[in-house]
């Protein structure tokens, strides 16, 4: 992972984080590459507010990983705030090579840098295989998450 540069997203790397976002079971269904323009007002929004951080994994000048952390604060745990992890997202041919574990790795430092008392994410009930690799980074199941779809 030496030649591996984790950096802020810009809206040159819109295209291939969507192309990343897309290439999965659920991705594919609620995604579309062919269109990038609410991606990019998305993006705009991301990119101006201070507590959010979209980054990208570059080996070769290729984007081959993303994640989105964001910082909430908060008043519980006596004010602390928190890192929540969105959106991870591995290319397809970079998978297997401990790239996820690096990503998940900086999130959580970063969220450390940042004053944060917890790190926290969610996944899909049906990606076993994610739980399974979250588990081993240390996290742990203690919630249920419920979301309520607005369209």
């Not at 201070?50 to 006596?78: C, H, K, M």
């Not at 840098?113 to 994610?130: E, N």
Request: charged share 25%.
């Amino acid at each position: 992972m030496n030649d591996l540069v984790i950096r802020r997203a810009t809206a040159a790397d819109v295209a291939p984080i969507v192309t990343m976002i897309a290439d999965d079971q659920l991705g594919a269904t609620r995604e579309s590459t062919g269109d990038l323009t609410p991606y990019l007002a998305a993006f705009e929004q991301i990119d101006a507010d201070p507590n959010q951080l979209l980054v990208v994994a570059e080996r070769n000048d290729e984007v081959i990983g993303t994640l989105q952390l964001t910082i909430i604060p908060g008043l519980s745990r006596r004010g602390s705030s928190r890192g929540l992890i969105e959106a991870v997202r591995v290319a397809r041919p970079a998978r297997g090579a401990g790239l996820g574990t690096t990503l998940i790795q900086w999130a959580v430092e970063e969220s450390r840098t940042r004053g944060c008392a917890l790190v926290q994410l969610t996944s899909d009930k049906s990606r076993t295989d994610a739980h399974r690799f979250y588990t081993s980074l240390g996290f742990a199941n203690t919630h249920e998450g419920f979301k309520l779809k607005l369209s």
